[in-house]
T-cell receptor, first 117, second 114 residues
Framework: AQKITQTQPGMFVQEKEAVTLDCTYD???????LFWYKQPSSGEMIFLIY??????QNATEGRYSLNFQKARKSANLVISASQLGDSAMYFC??????????????FGRGTSLIVHP | SQTIHQWPATLVQPVGSPLSLECTVE??????LYWYRQAAGRGLQLLFY??????ISSEVPQNLSASRPQDRQFILSSKKLLLSDSGFYLC?????????????FGPGTRLTVT
C-alpha cells in the first residue's frame, strides 16, 4: 500500500491566488514527520516545510503553510499569493520512526503546479 | 552554511561503459547521505543511503554501487551501464541528531545512456 498519496497530478492557479496541494499518508507509527519539497524545472529538490506528528500547530514558512489534519491523515500544502516562480513539481514525503538512524523518507508521486499570469 | 555539490551536471554514456558520480557536502559533519534516481516525470527512487564512512545500505539491487570514502563524500558507480540506468540522479544529505531530518538535495546529474 502507498504510504504517501498525492491525488492531483496537475494543478493550475491564477497568479496572486491561493492554492492547496493535497497529500494523505498512511502510518501506524505514532512518531513521524511530514515534508513538502519543491522541484522546479532545473531539477533541484528544495525543502519547503516540515510538520511533526506531535506538533500542535500547523507549520508555516512564509507563503507556505501545512494544513495538518492528523485524524484524517492529511497534510495539505497551502501556497498563498501564488507567484509565477511557484510553477514546479511539489512532492509530499513522510519519515517514520527509525531505520538504523537514517530516517529514510517515503515520497509521493508529486503534483505539477502551473501558475498563470 | 551547508552546501552540497554534485558533478557532472550532465552525462551521456554508451551502454556498457563505467559510471562515477560524485557528491560532496560542506559545512556539516557526519551527515546521512543518500542517492536517489528519478525517471522522467516520476517520483524519487532511493538507491543507497549511508550513515557513516564505509557504511552503505542498498535499497534496490541492480548494477549500481555506492561508496563513502570520506565523511562528506558519496560516490555512485557502475562497472557497465544499462539503458535502464538513464535518469536524473540526486544526492541528498540530512543532519544526524536533529529533530526533523529534512533532506537537502544537490543540483542533480542528468544521465543519458545511449
Amino acid at each position: 500500500a502507498q504510504k504517501i498519496t498525492q491525488t492531483q497530478p496537475g494543478m493550475f492557479v491564477q497568479e496572486k491566488e491561493a492554492v492547496t496541494l493535497d497529500c494523505t499518508y498512511d502510518t501506524s507509527d505514532p512518531s513521524y514527520g511530514l515534508f513538502w519539497y519543491k522541484q522546479p524545472s532545473s531539477g533541484e529538490m528544495i525543502f519547503l516545510i516540515y510538520q511533526g506528528s506531535y506538533d500542535q500547530q500547523n507549520a508555516t514558512e512564509g507563503r507556505y503553510s501545512l494544513n495538518f489534519q492528523k485524524a484524517r491523515k492529511s497534510a495539505n500544502l497551502v501556497i498563498s499569493a501564488s507567484q509565477l516562480g511557484d510553477s514546479a513539481m511539489y512532492f509530499c514525503a513522510m519519515r517514520e520512526g527509525r531505520s538504523g538512524g537514517s530516517y529514510i523518507p517515503t515520497f509521493g508521486r508529486g503534483t505539477s503546479l502551473i501558475v498563470h499570469p | 552554511s551547508q552546501t552540497i555539490h554534485q558533478w557532472p551536471a550532465t552525462l551521456v554514456q554508451p551502454v556498457g561503459s563505467p559510471l562515477s558520480l560524485e557528491c560532496t557536502v560542506e559545512g556539516t559533519s557526519n551527515p546521512n547521505l543518500y542517492w536517489y534516481r528519478q525517471a522522467a516525470g516520476r517520483g524519487l527512487q532511493l538507491l543507497f543511503y549511508s550513515v557513516g564512512i564505509g557504511q552503505i545500505s542498498s535499497e534496490v539491487p541492480q548494477n549500481l554501487s555506492a561508496s563513502r570514502p570520506q565523511d562528506r563524500q558519496f560516490i555512485l558507480s557502475s562497472k557497465k551501464l544499462l539503458l535502464s540506468d538513464s535518469g536524473f540522479y540526486l544526492c541528498a544529505w540530512s543532519e544526524v541528531g536533529g529533530s526533523t531530518y529534512e533532506q537537502y538535495f544537490g543540483p542533480g546529474t542528468r544521465l543519458t545512456v545511449t
